[in-house]
């Protein structure tokens, strides 16, 4: 029993977490609301009561994963950029502007238009990656900042260019459907993204642990100084993760264009780049956990939704709610008491036999 | 006489379920220097980790003047008066070593503010009365370890501890600064105090030691008076077999100079001439040592031959191709190799396992990946003939290097350098922190290489480690060629002294100096 409880501790952990964050939220629920019981329900079931909102979780978690793999790859080599946002949005928009512009057959579309997106962010990541490298500028300010010029960037270019003036919103033109990614259930929106990000997460996770450069990366992220030493050159990692960070972002956020909206609609930012941040850290940068992070995640930005439209909860409080449980989970040290004494009565009975 | 610390039945397991105290006891009596000796692994800095509250014991109570204590934290410690010098040394790197000497203790200026200058003063004054040099204005990280093993030194003197516990103070000093911190130590047993040391250098403990206890395989062996003991015994305790302490030395056959350097300078950041116009070749066959007090250029010497450093004039060529300007992995793959000064810094990423420690210079080549795949199988196997072949104390390949004790993480590096069989090795204090049985070993390999006809050039804090297997010494002095004595049979320590020092230079002596 107690070998078991070694061996899954970082489950387990996750779960008496999650364990605690409901119990404070019914806490906080039944503080706020004045029908409490529908509200917990609406919040923690509500994700799965209808197909929409089943179907819903996994849009949600799609381009989630791509940002938290994005992150995971520079937070290994201890590059805190935090661009993913930006490439994402300037990524997307470059890319909706090409798919607009160009006319071919989907199996060179797709992956063209995909292509283009990605590599928009990898050169727009580049950039805090080259500062890095070069001139020790913080990465962390130069990705942030660069976050903004993105969006007014991509902005200016929709509104400007390739705004659809007959749409009557402030959106794009309508990707022609050679670079659409098709939805492949009946009457929801899941479409290939989420194919292609589970893939993805497993190719990262081969990148970063069965390869040269996965290594280079990671011995850098652990030590900087014994990567130098042994001869890894720093500099290309610093570049290296941080463009391929810009990659998988803006790539993910084509895939949600190409298979969700079909048309470039973001007049604000989506935040996908900033809970890409928080997966990472729930998933400890690993790309296997990011998924089921990103799922949680999505979870919970779901069951907010829900709680939000379907009950008296203040969206505040949602807030609050979704925000104590990802605390408690991205807590290092909960709980490693309780291993440690484990670990001890083991040690001592295998030391007297 | 009264026993001012008493451990009873000290049991510590880890969180990886190693077991690294195991029913220990200890007496220390009062006013008196307390020796801890043993193999590298048996649980020394752990014991001491638990006195000083960094580790928590499972089991087991710990007395101090007769009095039960629980300490949870170093803070429980200094506040009941224990002091403590790390193995790994644990100053902040981006304080000056001023501040480093005050933290948790500063002098405040309007009650809020760090006063600087007072810092400063103090430092200079607590480093006059304890005859240790340090440069209060330089931070942390650009100092040389053994300048570092000086200001912590210096800073738990400073917090005026009645027990002081010292983990291997001595592994970077060279004999002469050991010498002052020796008289230091048996000022403060005069004044009262109690001192524990751990050392690998038994000449030192038994210079210095009233008591001697032995540990092995996390348990205490036995503690007895030191005079009892010849350097012999201890060793024999420690290890359970016979050591030679014998200079060692075969015949040499020099061949050409492999590793040669021309008028090298260089001038750090602040304008300072750090080397001056170095010249000296290392040839084929030969152990060429490096001798010198600590802080007179060695560092930046070792970081300019691998690389890690440019120098600002000279030459440096290995076989006659330049290195200068060269990457490290570039200058790595003509065939030279390099254990570092500071272990912990260069030589090792601490939170990865030691399998990705050991593959850090040859990942990329043949043998460990194919293509751009790892070939982890391959490499888990080169691990485990490493971990044999230089009898490192692991769980597993597995094990994250923060879980060995310092000696083994030594020979952590010690075997990934020595093991990519360079034409140059370039050796930084290579058994620092190496227990007697595992120096000799290393040495034995390092004299293998040579006889094989590899240069190695040798800096080492430890002149004996120095004159045992040198073929030729030379002396830095303030970054510059102090000495060079070509015959190493004929000199002792005594004779290298005053050109450490710089009392004397070359051109003052002749007969067993030559240029
Ligand atoms: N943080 C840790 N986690 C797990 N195991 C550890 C840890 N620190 C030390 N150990 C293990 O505990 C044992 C004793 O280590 P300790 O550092 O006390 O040895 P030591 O006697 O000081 O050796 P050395 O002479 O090499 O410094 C070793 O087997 C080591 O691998
Ligand atoms: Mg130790």
Redesign the pocket.
């Known amino acids: 029993m107690e070998k078991f409880l070694l061996k899954y501790f970082t489950l387990i952990r996750v779960i008496i977490a999650i364990g605690i964050g409901i119990v404070i939220s019914v806490f906080l629920i039944y503080l706020t609301s004045q029908e409490p019981g529908f509200s917990l329900r609406s919040f923690l079931l509500g994700p799965f009561l209808t197909r929409s909102r089943l179907a819903h979780l996994f849009e949600t978690a799609s381009p989630i994963i791509f940002c938290g793999l994005a992150i995971a790859v520079a937070f290994q080599a201890k590059q805190f950029n935090i661009g993913a946002e930006g490439s994402l949005y300037l990524g997307a928009a470059v890319g909706t502007a090409f798919a607009v512009s160009t006319n071919m057959p989907a199996f060179i579309h797709i992956p063209l238009v995909l292509l283009i997106a990605g590599l928009t962010g990898a050169l727009w990541s580049f950039i805090p990656g080259i500062l890095k490298a070069k001139w020790k500028a913080s990465e962390l300010v130069s990705s942030l900042m660069l976050n903004y010029v993105a969006y007014f960037l991509g902005l200016y270019l929709i509104n400007y260019h390739f705004r659809d003036k007959e749409a009557g919103f402030l959106v794009s033109f309508k990707l022609p459907e050679t670079a659409w990614l098709a939805r492949f259930i009946p009457d929801t929106r899941i479409h290939y993204g989420i194919i292609l990000a589970l893939v993805l997460a497993v190719l990262v996770y081969y990148f970063l642990y069965h390869t040269t450069a996965g290594y280079e990366i990671r011995s850098t992220g652990f030590n900087e100084r014994f990567a130098r030493f042994g001869g890894i050159s720093v500099f290309k990692v610093i570049i290296l993760c941080q463009v391929i960070l810009g990659f998988l972002a803006a790539f993910g956020g084509m895939t949600e264009v190409m298979g969700i909206h079909r048309r470039f609609l973001w007049q604000s930012s989506p935040g996908y780049g900033w809970d890409g941040i928080i997966v990472a850290i729930i998933g400890r940068s690993h790309p296997l956990l990011i998924v089921p992070a990103s799922f949680f995640l999505a979870y919970m930005r779901v069951g907010g939704r829900v709680l939000n439209l379907m009950s008296d909860v203040p969206a505040e409080m949602v807030m609050v709610i979704q925000s104590i449980i990802i605390l408690l989970i991205t807590a290092e040290a909960f709980l490693s008491q309780w291993k440690y004494r484990i670990t001890v009565r083991q040690a001592e009975r295998g030391g007297a036999a | 006489m009264e026993k001012i610390l008493e451990a009873k039945d000290v049991l510590k397991v ?3 379920g ?1 077991i ?2 195991r029913a220990v006891s200890i007496a220390v009596e009062e006013n008196t220097i307390h020796a801890v000796v ?12 638990i006195i000083f509250g960094i580790e928590q014991a499972q089991d087991g109570e710990i007395f101090f003047k007769g009095e039960k204590v629980h300490i949870r934290s170093p803070r429980d410690a200094i506040r009941i008066g224990i002091g403590m010098v790390h ?1 790994h040394l644990m100053l902040a790197p981006d304080l000056t070593v001023a501040e480093n000497m005050v933290l948790g203790n500063e002098p405040l200026r309007a009650k809020l503010f760090l006063d600087t200058d007072r810092a400063g003063e103090i430092t200079l004054q607590v480093s006059e009365e304890y005859g240790l040099q340090v440069p209060p204005n330089k931070k942390i990280k650009d100092l040389p370890i053994g300048v570092r093993q000086r200001v912590e030194i210096l800073k738990a003197l400073f917090r005026n501890a009645e027990l002081l516990i010292l ?2 103070p001595t592994s970077v000093l060279t004999p002469q600064e050991t010498e002052v911190l020796f008289k230091t130590l048996k000022n403060l047993k005069k004044q009262g105090k109690t001192i524990i040391f ?1 050392s ?1 250098k038994l000449n030192e403990v038994k210079q210095i030691a009233d008591r001697v206890t032995i ?1 092995r395989d ?1 348990r205490v062996i036995d503690t007895r008076d030191a005079s009892e003991l010849t350097e012999h015994d201890i060793a024999q305790l420690m290890v359970g077999r016979d050591i030679s302490f014998e200079r060692i030395r075969a015949p040499v056959t020099l061949g050409e100079s492999l590793l040669s350097v021309r008028n090298l300078s260089y001038v750090n950041d602040e304008a300072i001439l750090v080397l001056n116009k170095m010249s000296f070749d290392v040839r084929s066959g030969e152990i060429l040592g490096l001798a010198g007090v600590v802080g007179n250029g060695q560092t930046e010497l070792v970081r300019i031959l691998t690389g890690l450093l440019q120098p600002s004039e000279g030459e440096i060529t290995l076989r006659g191709e330049n290195l200068i300007g060269l990457s490290p992995r570039r200058i790595r793959e003509k065939g030279l190799c390099h254990i570092p000064e500071d272990r912990m810094e260069d030589g090792v990423a601490e939170e990865t396992t030691l399998e990705e420690n050991f593959i850090l210079d040859r990942y990329y080549k043949p043998g460990f990946s194919k293509g751009l795949r790892l070939l982890w199988k391959d490499i888990s196997q080169h691990s485990r003939e490493l971990i044999e072949k230089f009898n490192i ?3 597993s390949t597995k ?1 994250p290097v ?9 020979k952590v590096v010690v075997a990934r350098e020595l093991s990519s069989d360079p034409d140059v090795i370039i050796a930084a204090h290579p058994t620092r ?3 007697v049985g595992s120096e000799e070993m290393v040495h034995r390999l390092l004299q293998e290489a040579r006889d094989r006809g590899k240069a190695i050039f040798l800096a080492s804090a430890d002149l004996d480690e120095i004159l045992k297997l040198s073929t030729r010494v030379i002396v830095i002095y303030n970054g510059g060629i102090a000495a060079h004595f070509q015959d190493v049979s004929k000199i002792t320590a005594g004779d290298l002294g005053p050109y450490m020092l710089g009392v004397q230079r070359e051109e003052a002596v002749s007969g067993k100096v030559s240029a």
């Open positions: 880890y969180e990886n190693v690294a105290n043993g193999e590298n692994g048996a649980g020394k800095t752990t014991l001491m980790k193995q983990d291997e751990i690998h540990m996390a104390l692991a769980q094990t923060s879980a060995l004790s310092g000696g083994n993480i030594q922190g190496i227990d």
